[in-house]
């Protein structure tokens, strides 16, 4: 990896603070799910065992500048002071005194939590004293809130103008995780995309449209691309203005030689609720008064069929209101498949909240190669953005041979290594093509 971890510096007696991304979802004081949490335990006992203190950085929810008392952190502390088995501090503010004390005091081996570094509002303005101050408090920085990474707030990027910054070992897993689909991506490559609208999901569309060698599109953004085709999509989710950018996307995928499958069959209901009436129709045939919910069983079929060669899988987004039970047929579907190809040795990288939402009810988070923790920042990764939080971390040194890699976050269509693996792929599966759902 091009940037420095924690493992690059020597954390004995220094205090460390340490950006966790612990938003997660709360209900009756309780964590509802503690995926974020565990998932940033490798960083914190790292450094405790090497002999550092840690201050742990988080925000929750979005309290606006002002003290939400729903929406302070300590059953967060309680959850990961019950997985670290050690008391967890938490102070009352991430400013003042008291903090300021109650940091100066840690010893090796001990952790604080700061409350919700978003009760103040220089936070996400990423004010200079903010920064300045919370810098204060430690001797190093270490990012591990990946779910934060594209934000430039003052815990994340302010912060790092005045401590030596690295990343955490979940920030390195998420970052060669996904720069692996950018840069040394085993074909056939496949992108699974779904979730509610087109926008958003453009410039990922865009960016991997020269590395992808089949998408499979379902969803709420499936009807503006169903539209882009001549298709009438009744009362469905539709976003009319992404009609000609949609248009594109499909000639580009034409031109790029991408495969480009759309549903030929949805579930339609009368309301998107639940017990309502509800049939399967063919996306020639929806009804005037219906709304597409969820992709048709033909469908499911044609996608399996066409995941089948695929060493390489990543999937953002359901397929269907999955949220309704009786919708959430064609998501069930393809995260039991998608759990199967990875258990025989597909890659396979799935980002988005509601995606691992649908995982995690079906208990195959486990299965997948790669989980990650940040819906957002990871579709901005895979649109080749840099990412602000990542950028301010330290470079490593320059590997003096071969020609250094390709950077992550910066590589554009031009600097990707050209594709003998992707025309070989191609190659290959020419005959084992499955049926095209209509991209032309
Ligand atoms: P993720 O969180 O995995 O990135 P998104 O937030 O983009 O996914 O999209 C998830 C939402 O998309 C879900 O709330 C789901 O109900 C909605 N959705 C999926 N299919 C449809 C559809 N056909 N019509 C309306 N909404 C849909
Ligand atoms: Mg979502």
Same mark, same amino acid.
């Given at each position: 990896m091009q940037k420095q971890t924690v493992r690059d510096f020597d954390p004995q007696g220094k205090r460390v603070l340490v950006r966790v991304d612990f938003n997660v979802p709360i209900e009756d004081g309780k964590v509802k799910d503690d995926s974020r949490i565990r998932a940033a335990v490798p960083t914190i006992k790292y450094l405790l065992d090497h002999g550092a203190s840690v201050i742990l950085i988080s925000h929750l929810g979005r309290p606006k500048g002002k003290v939400v008392e729903s929406m302070r952190l300590r059953p967060v502390a309680q959850r990961l002071s019950a997985l670290l088995g050690r008391p967890l501090p938490i102070t009352g503010d991430p400013l003042g005194i008291g903090t300021r004390d109650a940091a100066a005091r840690l010893k090796p081996g001990q952790v604080l939590m700061l409350e919700n570094v978003r009760f103040h509002a220089e936070e996400e303005g990423n004010g200079g @004293?903010?920064?300045k101050t919370l810098a204060s408090y430690g001797d190093a920085f270490v990012n591990d809130a990946f779910g934060t990474a594209h934000r430039a707030h003052a815990s994340t990027v302010g912060i790092a103008e005045y401590l030596p910054a690295y990343a955490g070992l979940l920030m390195e897993r998420e970052i060669e995780a996904l720069s692996s689909l950018l840069e040394?991506? *085993?074909?056939p490559f496949a992108a699974v995309i779904g979730g509610a609208k087109v926008s958003g999901k453009l410039g990922?569309?865009?960016n991997l449209m020269d590395?992808?060698?089949?998408?499979?599109i379902g969803g709420g953004m499936a009807n503006t691309f169903l539209v882009a085709q001549g298709n009438s999509v009744g009362k469905s989710l539709l976003e009319r203005d992404l009609v000609d950018d949609a248009r594109k996307i499909l000639e580009n995928a034409e031109k790029s030689g991408a495969e480009f499958l759309l549903p030929t069959d949805v579930v339609v209901a009368k309301e998107v609720t639940r017990g309502a009436e509800h049939k399967v129709v063919p996306v020639n045939k929806i009804p005037n008064s219906w709304s597409a919910v969820d992709i048709g069983p033909q469908t499911i079929e044609t996608f399996k069929q066409a995941l089948e060669p695929a060493k390489t899988v990543f999937w953002n987004g359901p397929l269907g209101v999955f949220e309704v039970p009786t919708f959430g047929d064609g998501t069930r579907a393809m995260a039991r498949y998608l759990a199967a190809r990875a258990e025989s040795g597909a890659t396979v990288i799935v980002g988005g909240g509601d995606s691992v939402a649908a995982l995690e009810e079906l208990d195959l988070t486990d299965k997948m190669t790669h989980i990650s923790t940040g819906g957002g920042a990871s579709l901005e990764f895979l649109e080749g953005r840099e990412l602000p939080g990542i950028s301010v971390l330290r470079? *490593? @040194?320059? @590997?003096p041979e071969p020609a250094a890699k390709a950077k992550p976050a910066k590589t554009t269509r031009a600097e990707v290594p050209a594709k003998p693996a992707k025309a070989a792929a191609k190659q290959a599966k020419a005959d084992t093509k499955p049926a095209k759902a209509a991209a032309k």
């Open positions: @004293e903010y920064a040394s991506v *085993r074909h990922v569309l865009d590395r992808v060698d089949t998408f499979l470079d *490593r @040194e320059p @590997e």
